[in-house]
């Protein structure tokens, strides 16, 4: 019915980041590089035991493995922020976006950093990668986007395809209270000095999606302000929800914390981050 993945983020991608400030990337860096370190197979170059040998003191085939480990892949990366403060801890990141225009300046960034981040633009529910990845994160509601059960089911089954043995999917996803009982409904409006916008919340219960149509002005070379807008689709789900769908796709589910207080998950969280491990190819 809806296909949110393909129709978003387009002109709202160059002021995407203007309306992200706030946002706690270096929290969500912290968080997630704290669980991959205590739970993951992927290390960063300054931690890699076999940082400074040289390749002919190493097997061919160990240092190949090695390679696949110790990349992350970011689904979902958008303007590539998250991606490239992994970087700058020294991941070896991969970046997959459906959007031109989000990859478009996350390469700038890349650019300005220095990094070496490999930016894809694929769907992450035809997710395709040249080897398998020690980590998978997916943050910042991208898993909203899939509307249907079977898209988020199918988009697991890659990511288990893709994850080395013993590696882990860190993800969020905002839950059906959030958009029923918290934003449902509402118009948020926020003006800044070149561009504004209004954003009309409109939630669908019996499907359990949440629609928001952005309204954004932005202040253009001569002046004056131009007008565009977008509309939105994200699904809302239960923890539930998520375990099976994990379960169906071949993956362990193996924790959750509220994403606000990284406490329990309670009936009233908003937000919430979860850890899956690989768990065997081909089912």
Known sequence: MWDAVSQAYTDFAQVYDIFMDETPYGEWCDFLAGLIGKYGVSRPAQGRKDLGESPKGRDSREALLASERDLVLDLGCGTGTLTELMAGRGYDMIGVDSSEE???????????????????????RRLEL???????????????????????????RRVNNYLYPGGIFLFDFNTVYKYA?????????????????IWENY??????????????????????????????????YTLEQI????????????????GDTRGEVTGESQRIYCMAGECGKGR
């Open 102 to 124: 989000m990859l478009r300046l996350a390469m700038e960034k890349r650019d300005k950093e220095g990094h070496d981040t490999l930016y894809l633009l694929q769907d992450m």
């Open 130 to 156: 040249y080897s398998t990845v020690g980590t998978v994160i997916s943050v910042c509601d991208s898993l909203n986007y899939l509307l249907e059960e079977e898209e988020l089911a199918e988009t697991f």
């Open 181 to 197: 009982q918290v934003i449902g409904d509402a118009t948020i409006a926020e003006n800044r000095e070149d561009c504004s916008f």
């Open 203 to 236: 939630y669908h219960p019996r499907e359990q999606i949440n629609e928001y149509d952005l309204t954004v002005f932005v202040r253009e070379g001569d002046g004056r302000f131009r007008r565009f807008q977008e509309t939105h689709y994200q699904r809302g």
């Open 243 to 258: 375990k099976s769908l994990l379960e169906r796709a071949g993956l362990r589910f193996l924790n959750a914390w509220d």
